[in-house]
């Protein structure tokens, strides 16, 4: 277990997100080896669609405007840092809190699998995902900050 807590700007970041998802941050930042911002909870359309034209994110039907997204940023000496061996930490925790509370997750690293069934390392999810996609002739999109909860149990 770790020291660490979500910040005041993490806990209003949280402000509108499902309840389910929000349980499942509160538990990986204790379970957690990385600490970690919330660096995104709910977003207005109109700050989707300027992420969408920056290239940071692919679709204006984003689970963050219904409040069922989150971008978890490693938080490193002070500063939130986009780096992938903390956020592969991040990942694991957030796997682990949403099996404990049987909660189904969706990972911006591997979107095409079932992140709680799965057992391997997220740097190999990744790894994994870039080669389906490459395989299937499709460039992969990989947001490893973003855990969602998927739309067939919460529409």
């Given at each position: 277990?770790?020291?660490?807590?979500?910040?005041?700007?993490?806990?209003?970041?949280?402000?509108?997100?499902?309840?389910?998802?929000?349980a499942i941050v509160q538990?990986?930042?204790?379970?957690?080896?990385?600490?970690?911002s919330v660096h995104d909870g709910i977003r207005t359309l109109a700050e989707q669609q300027r992420l969408v034209s920056g290239g940071a994110s692919q679709t204006l039907n984003?689970?963050?405007?219904?409040?069922?997204?989150?971008?978890?940023?490693?938080y490193i000496n002070g500063k939130?840092?986009?780096?992938?061996?903390?956020?592969?930490?991040?990942a694991d925790a957030m796997?682990?809190?949403a099996q404990e509370r049987d909660t189904p997750l969706r990972w911006g690293g591997a979107w095409d699998i079932d992140f709680?069934?799965?057992?391997e390392p997220p740097e190999d999810l990744v790894a994994g995902?870039?080669?389906?996609r490459?395989?299937?002739?499709?460039?992969?999109?990989?947001?490893?900050p973003h855990f969602e909860l998927p739309r067939d149990r919460y529409p």
């Open positions: 277990m770790s020291d660490f807590t979500l910040g005041t700007r993490s806990r209003a970041e949280l402000k509108g997100v499902h309840p389910d998802l929000v538990r990986a930042i204790v379970l957690t080896i990385q600490d970690f984003s689970r963050h405007i219904t409040g069922h997204a989150v971008d978890l940023v490693p939130l840092r986009w780096e992938w061996p903390p956020i592969y930490h991040i796997r682990l809190a709680l069934a799965s057992t995902y870039v080669a389906r490459r395989r299937a002739g499709q460039r992969a999109f990989i947001d490893g």
